[in-house]
């Protein structure tokens, strides 16, 4: 639309010519030189005899009220569909993020010991903190920086292809290759990066905090365990600055990180930037050389031009917000990923067989293991756990106590069940778990 009113600004409300003669007379009683101002309307046209004649389809000055009026009135419309779709907007991610934190908790509480032993807390805190935030930042984007920015370019290069055609196949190829080509790739797996080392630098400050601070009844083992499990360790034996020293490496890496994240995110729009920007000013000079020649032959008008080249620049401007779009998507895209794989995770349990079996009673005496005997790796002789017996009666406090690597961390595992025992009876009371469902 507003090509069109350039365009009819252009070929009817403008003169089309303008002359300035220098005039000499008697002007007032006195001899007076004065320039004299002669416009030729675009309605006006010059017979063969040299006598002037008028069209009669349009008046300029109707042409020219019609074209200030159509560009201040499309600004109504434009103003509109914006409230309405920030408004729309708005209540579309209130809703999903809603969803999503609800679908979240949901999903965390139902998956089985495994999946809370092969992640912290500090990490699962980090999901809701941080992740579903960046996001709502990323959801936005898709509503002003992508949906936006497409109908734009849609409607702009249409009829730039259809008004003209080689111009808008030219301008159409050129971003298409744009948008899909460029260091869009390299910069995500940086973002990627950045991701997982944010969240695991999240994860330990949590797990640090927690273990100096929180209070638990019972205690795994002394040494060789992780800290979270063992809220005295760091009072207790005075490994501030060992943990200081661990936390800052690990912020180190986060650090550099985060600069090739951010600086490949800026290469990305000033890649976008800088292309689109040559392309229209090159794509404006080579219509402009154009329209020397075509107007002396009435192929093109400079109504015509005005209009190709504001919809060379509409069309540009979605496609350099597509560029900002993609930096956002590509700073963002690692915590949607790190969301999808917790909301849409399938455990890969093989449950098909234990199912079927029948449900462990409840406990009424306690837990009792026989001969149990492990080996993480069934072609070697070494055995991580061999004929180790022990109770644990039902109400006690049990405390597992040995240097690194004796099988602590093994034993455990084997009494939730994250591992299947080589060897041996896990029972609780006299039932043996083997027979019964996981």
Not at 170 to 177: D, E, I, K, M, Q
């Amino acid at each position: 639309m507003l090509a069109y009113f350039m365009g009819l600004l252009g070929d009817e409300a403008f003169p089309n010519r303008v002359n300035k003669i220098f005039k000499q007379g008697y002007r007032n009683g006195t001899m007076q030189t004065w320039v004299d101002t002669q416009v030729m309307a675009k309605n006006k046209f010059v017979f063969p005899n040299g006598t002037e004649g008028t069209f009669t389809y349009f008046v300029p000055a109707s042409s020219l009220a019609v074209g200030v009026c159509g560009i201040l009135l499309i600004c109504v419309p434009f103003a509109i569909v914006d409230f309405l779709m920030g408004y729309f907007q708005s209540t579309m991610i209130a809703n999903a993020t809603l969803k999503v934190q609800g679908q979240l908790l949901k999903t965390i509480l139902a998956q089985p010991t495994l999946f809370f032993s092969q992640r912290t807390e500090g990490d699962l805190n980090n999901l809701f903190q941080s992740d579903v935030a960046r996001v709502n930042a990323l959801w936005q984007a898709v509503f002003w920086n992508l949906m936006h920015p497409i109908v734009s370019v849609v409607a702009g290069f249409a009829f730039l292809i259809y008004f003209e055609p080689s111009v808008g196949m030219a301008s159409l190829g050129f971003a298409a290759v744009l948008i899909s080509t460029g260091p869009q790739g390299h910069a995500s797996l940086k973002s990627k990066e950045f991701g997982s080392k944010n969240a695991f630098v999240a994860a330990e400050f949590q797990n640090a905090v927690q273990c100096h601070n929180v209070r638990t009844p019972y205690i795994l083992s002394i040494v060789g365990m992780s800290l979270r499990q063992y809220p005295q360790v760091v009072r207790a034996y005075d490994i501030q600055p060992s943990l200081l020293a661990k936390f800052a490496s690990s912020t180190a890496m986060l650090g550099q990180a985060q600069f090739l994240k951010d600086f490949w995110s800026g290469i990305v729009q000033i890649y976008v930037d800088s292309a689109m920007y040559v392309f229209v000013a090159i794509m404006t000079a080579g219509m402009a050389t154009k329209v020397l020649s075509f107007v002396y032959k009435g192929d093109m008008t400079s109504g015509d031009f005005f209009s190709a080249v504001t919809l060379l620049g509409r069309v540009s401007t979605p496609v350099t917000v597509l560029g900002g779009f993609m930096r956002v998507a590509i700073g963002n895209a690692s915590s949607l990923q790190r969301l999808d794989e917790i909301v849409y995770d399938k455990c890969d349990m093989d449950d098909g067989d234990t199912d079927r079996l029948p449900r462990v009673p409840r406990m009424q005496q306690g837990l009792r293991i026989d001969r149990l005997s492990f080996q993480y790796d069934t072609t070697s002789d070494v055995w991580n756990l061999q004929d180790v017996n022990a109770t644990f009666p039902i109400g006690h406090y049990v405390c597992i106590v040995g240097p690194s690597g004796c099988g602590k961390s093994t034993l455990l595992g084997c009494l939730m069940q994250f591992y299947e025992p080589s060897d041996g009876v896990i029972a609780v009371d006299d039932h043996n778990l083997h027979a019964y469902s996981k």
